[in-house]
């Protein structure tokens, strides 16, 4: 089963401009919600990370904003950079769980 | 403090071969988990080690093992590889199990043919 939908799949932005991405889950049991970028070759990289207990978390150019009747959150890239040019997965988590669940990831791709 | 370090970067095998993965966890860490990327998707949980014994498993079959080591280092054991398992196998090490944040390496990506 899917449990957890990111979309878009991909996504062309130009610089300056704003990004974002949106996580729908199924699992009301999930209590922590990271972002996770990965560039070609690498392994995912913590980006930022909210518990259920705020709404929105800012970190630099970076916001997630959480909705928990909706089930859903997604991550806010401001004034995107070309270095931003990544791939990047929602990976949500239950208390006490071994494993982050990923998304499928969204191809990130700012113009110049 | 190191990262999360594996080896090798690369591995090419036939179908049918034995292959090991190794990791090195960040330093202070106990936990190592290990994932599997298949190209354009998101990464799969496999297993998890906390303290040398496995702490839960993701739907993967039984020639997927695993060991950790004294010093929380890591080795992942694929037998009797198929075409289906090439590629990116990621480690990723914790603080401890119960610690939400997971750091990953640089993965190794693994050919069968």
């Known amino acids: 089963q899917q449990q957890v939908k990111q979309s878009p799949q991909s996504l062309i932005v130009q610089k300056g401009g704003i990004s974002i991405i949106n996580c729908a889950y199924e699992n009301t049991a999930f209590d922590y919600f990271p972002w996770y970028q990965q560039f070609p070759g690498k392994g995912p990289a913590l980006l930022i990370a909210i518990r259920p207990d705020v709404s929105e978390k800012k970190e630099g150019r970076f916001t997630i904003s959480f909705n928990k009747s909706a089930k859903q959150f997604s991550l806010h890239i401001m004034d995107s950079q070309p270095g931003d040019s990544a791939t990047y997965f929602c990976a949500p988590k239950t208390n006490g769980a071994q494993k982050l669940v990923f998304g499928q990831g969204t191809r990130l791709t700012i113009n110049p | 403090e190191t990262g999360v370090t594996q080896s090798p970067t690369h591995l090419i095998k036939t179908r049918g071969q034995q292959v090991t993965l190794r990791c090195s966890s960040q330093?202070?860490?106990?936990?190592v988990s290990w994932y599997q990327q298949a190209l354009g998707q998101g990464p799969q949980f496999i297993f998890q080690?906390?303290?040398?014994?496995?702490?839960g498993r993701g739907n993967f079959p039984p020639r997927f093992s695993g060991l950790q080591f004294p010093n929380y280092s890591s080795e992942l054991n694929v037998n009797a590889l198929e075409l289906d398992d090439s590629a990116l196998y990621l480690c990723?090490?914790?603080?401890?199990?119960?610690?939400?944040?997971?750091?990953f390496g640089p993965g190794t990506r693994l050919t069968v043919l």
């Open positions: 330093s202070g860490h106990n936990t």
């Open positions: 080690y906390y303290r040398e014994e496995e702490n």
């Open positions: 990723a090490s914790s603080f401890d199990r119960t610690t939400d944040t997971q750091y």
